[in-house]
């Protein structure tokens, strides 16, 4: 089953929409972020925030999704992907009315946090069955699928709210752009359940070999049908259990783990830091009032952030994982220093120069860490520990969210543009671990593993143990 699936000898009729479904997935969680990231600066106003509480409320919806993504990753490998990919809508919506409509601080963090839970279930189940609908060859371009599409949201989100901008009244506006997140996730919860369906290698090796066939033979350009002898064992490891995150640690997986961690939170602590809080940066460094932060910030994401991501799609069979993270990480590294270097402009070149330094922040972003961290996490392990080593890499990279989310505004307080040294050390620490680890998912079968017990030969150093130097 995983041969036939992995090798593209069985194409699903239905790859296409399977896959802009999973990619809508993303675009909510992006659009849930973003327009939280406008609106911070009126949440501030109208509920008398500190530096503290702001940070609290940003990094909130990173907490939920840390649980939401330890949590999701161990029950989409017990229950399937299908069954978490159509309830964690529900949060979506449930949360995005709730937080539209938050009278209080209080309140509002408490929607984060719901949302966040959705967020941190979604993510993980949603690049796993884009994985699993996916033969193996190219495999990582198509998972990293979901970086352009995170920038196509928040290219929308700006969108929304220059639309509302018109209309609305300004101290509503992140009430009513935050509230509308409910009419996507009611979108895609609505074509679910026609176009979706388990992933039959996870139907497989759980056993059910009879849901496998029929799912291949109803979704894909076969008919397969199970032999009486067949053997209907599940796969010894595919076994869940609150004892299963032990195994992304295992000899065979510990290296992968740590690299895909490491690069997860690198990423995640710099995009927050920076890409995510370039409103806040428009505003502030380079002076600029309402309207014009909402353009600008449309601007740099459609601009640098859609074209940077596809760039790293189109060449991620080309380059492959760990050479697109590791000259991502090396570019975004040395516009951090630039930035600390550089300080606020003054006068028309410096603000120039500067806006041109983030608009290479953002494209390089996406181009490598920011897309190859979620590609890592999915593909660097087979189908019986795909969720939860996605899920367990994605925790770990809310956790480079929340530290960043709350140190930034802090730091910003205390060295305003000199927080970009400290910025500085995430990218640098990415950079590090992948020079030392060098594992790259594209280059192994990984679904292979589910039936090869045996650890990789020596002569695959880089699939269990760094490399040498």
């Known amino acids: 089953m995983t041969e036939l699936v992995g090798s593209g000898a069985a194409r699903a009729r239905n790859a296409t929409p399977i896959l802009m479904i999973a990619l809508g997935g993303i675009f909510i969680d992006a659009y849930d972020f973003t327009s939280i990231s406008f609106g911070l600066s009126d949440i ?71 949302m966040g839970i959705g967020i941190g279930m979604d993510f993980p189940v949603a690049l796993a069955f884009i994985a699993e609908y996916s033969a193996s060859k190219g495999r990582g371009g ?69 849901r496998a066939a029929a799912i291949l033979n ?88 859609i074209t940077g991501g596809f760039a790293g799609v189109a060449l991620a069979q080309r380059l492959g994982t760990w050479k697109l993270a590791t000259s991502g990480f090396a570019v975004t590294l040395t516009v951090m220093v630039l930035l600390a270097v550089i300080g606020k402009p003054s006068g028309t070149w410096a603000i120039v120069g500067v806006g041109l330094l983030l608009g290479i922040f953002v494209f390089f972003h996406a181009y490598g860490p920011g897309s190859q961290g979620g590609v890592f996490c999915t593909t660097s392990y087979p189908t019986s520990l795909r969720g939860i080593g996605s899920g367990f890499g994605h925790s770990i990279d809310r956790v480079g969210s929340i530290v960043s989310l709350l140190v930034f505004p802090l730091l910003s307080t205390a060295y305003a543009t000199g927080a970009y040294w400290f910025v500085a050390l995430a990218p640098a620490l990415g950079l590090l671990t992948l020079l030392l680890i060098r594992w790259d998912p594209s280059q192994h079968d990984v679904d292979a593993e589910d039936w090869d017990p045996e650890p990789p030969r020596p002569g695959r150093a880089p699939a269990t143990a760094p490399a040498p130097a």
């Open 44 to 114: 501030t106003d109208q509920f008398d925030l500190s530096s503290l509480m702001v940070g609290v409320v940003g990094s909130a919806i990173m907490l939920g999704a840390l649980i939401g993504a330890l949590a999701g990753g161990f029950l989409i490998d017990k229950l399937g992907r299908y069954q978490v990919f159509m309830a964690d809508m529900l949060f979506f919506v449930v949360a995005a009315i709730g937080c539209g409509l938050s009278p209080n601080v209080e309140t509002l963090i408490v929607f984060r946090f719901l």
């Open 218 to 305: 109803r979704g894909y350009d076969v008919e397969v049908t199970v032999a009486e002898d067949a053997d209907r064992t599940p796969v010894t490891h595919s076994a869940v259990t609150p004892a299963s995150m032990a195994k992304v640690w295992t000899p065979r997986y510990r290296w992968r783990t740590i690299q895909a961690g490491a690069v997860s939170a690198c990423q995640s602590a710099e995009y927050y830091a920076v890409g995510f809080g370039i409103p806040t940066i428009i505003a502030g460094i380079l002076a600029e009032g309402r309207l014009e932060t909402i353009i600008g910030s449309l601007v740099f994401n459609a601009l640098f952030g």
């Open 142 to 210: 198509r998972v990293g699928l979901w970086q352009p599409m995170w920038y196509v949201a928040t290219s929308s989100t700006f969108l929304v709210l220059l639309v509302l901008y018109a209309v609305v009244p300004a101290d509503d506006l992140w009430r009513w752009v935050v509230g509308l997140g409910a009419v996507p996730a009611l979108v895609v919860m609505s074509v679910r359940g026609k176009y979706m369906d388990e992933s039959p290698t996870w139907a497989a090796n759980h056993g059910d070999l009879d």
